[in-house]
């Protein structure tokens, strides 16, 4: 299994993570081949993610009762290197990769305690209207936010 | 084992079941011991619940946007008697044992292909308040509604 | 709501805990209606179970590759007294109630950051063999050890 | 949004398929947005693959105690095209599209009751050695078999 197309160089790829969240494989998160659940990869994406929303205070607007824009998922990508147990603890790794008008690209990884990669991913988040779906273009303090937590290249 | 307190005669309580639910259990649903993980059989009795509700026309009430009464869960009980396995086809079977004034009582049984309880269940649901949590009472309608679907005793 | 049947007294009851787990709800965790999902109570439960078994050293036991004995929950319950919103930082208390010659009754309890009890349960495992499903009894040394985490009454 | 870059050209690809799993959205899988939580999607794949897998007789190999042989997941994809929401009724369309020694390449489209198109995907799954995590090569038979499903072209 090669490198997956959106890592161009893997060791510069991985430098590139500042920001990680914790988790231990639960018991109800593997499967009767005795390995966590391939399915579990992006529930450990996404609670990795809104904390680092949370961190970049995204979160907070997302969940005020008063706004209509929410985020949602346009597409997710995992790849899947080393199978994972129950009760390994997991760094979740995640960066920016690109900030668009109204979305942005986040990059995942998740190392075990060994520091070898088990899986990694990709996906795209877009900010759209829960009223009319349309896309909610990012305010200029937004956008200098995020952009703030690319990482320099 | 003996048989759970809310079942007085086993053969009795069985027959009452009118309303069943198939479900297929998913390998995501399993767990490394090779079983399905015990906190699915809630998943089942939620998804048969609802199943219920539509079918004596209550959830569509329930998710209407202009309504503030949400049904919520007051307790849960499961009784593990069979271990069940990936791909079994189970019913969810289930019955309103007791309607209150804002509260249904539901019984549940989960039977396999060869006609064996692999598991059973009690709970309470609540209709309450999204804005202020406090219970709001069924209408004439809707209580009579419930007690035409509860069994002749 | 009252206090369900299998607490005596509250207070008191409630002092016993000595171990807690620690969870931060989920998104993924969460539903339509806004809340911690109904089912969810039951995975935290086995999580912190998981946690209690490791800390005193049978979870490694039942996973070894050699044993035949693995636990399984005979029953579960759990009683929702007070609605838990995403990003909430919950600790699982738990405590043995009752050591059997081959099961266990234990006691759990979520309490929030404010300390108020979100919810409560209480379930059996029960320590079998995988191929034959009978129960297998505890050593001396693990009915010991298991009774040495009981609290004090 | 565009065509993901695995849909050369839609109507052509969208009517390859020519097998389909239903499901129906239950309300656990949505979350505090109201709608079908992202990480589900996997799950319906999962469900639809295994399906498909016990169609063509490879399920039943896998989960044979005395095989080591177990299927991968090497990377999995969804773009998200149209939200979903609780009690929908979907069907899970899958084909097989390309066979390689030991793995193959699955396509998925997740289509609603008005023909809608609401999700794709596409992921490898590799045949491994639970021992030693290797790949195992089909047999002849199997690689004929697999072939046999693959849209004519």
């Not at 959106?6 to 593997?30: A, G, H, K, Q």
């Not at 966590?36 to 949370?54: A, D, M, P, Q, W």
């Not at 824009?69 to 990769?97: S, W």
Request: charged share 25%; aromatic share 14%.
């Amino acid at each position: 299994m090669g490198v997956p197309d959106y890592i161009e160089d893997l060791p510069l790829w991985r430098n590139e993570f500042e920001y990680f969240y914790p988790v231990t494989v639960r018991f109800s998160e593997t499967d009767a081949f005795g390995h966590l659940n391939n399915t579990t990869t992006f529930v450990y994406f996404e609670h990795g993610r809104i904390s680092f929303f949370k961190q970049i205070g995204l979160m907070q607007d997302w969940t005020k009762k008063e706004t209509e824009a929410i985020p949602v998922t346009a597409d997710l990508h995992c790849d899947y290197m080393r199978q994972v147990y129950f009760d390994e603890e997991l760094q979740i790794g995640l960066k920016l990769n690109r900030v668009g008008n109204s979305s942005m690209d986040i990059h995942y990884m998740a190392v075990n305690g060994s520091g070898d990669i088990c899986f990694t991913g990709r996906g795209s988040i877009v900010q759209v209207s829960a009223k009319t779906g349309k896309s909610i273009p990012w305010t200029k303090e937004e956008k200098d936010r995020l952009e703030s937590h690319m990482p320099r290249r």
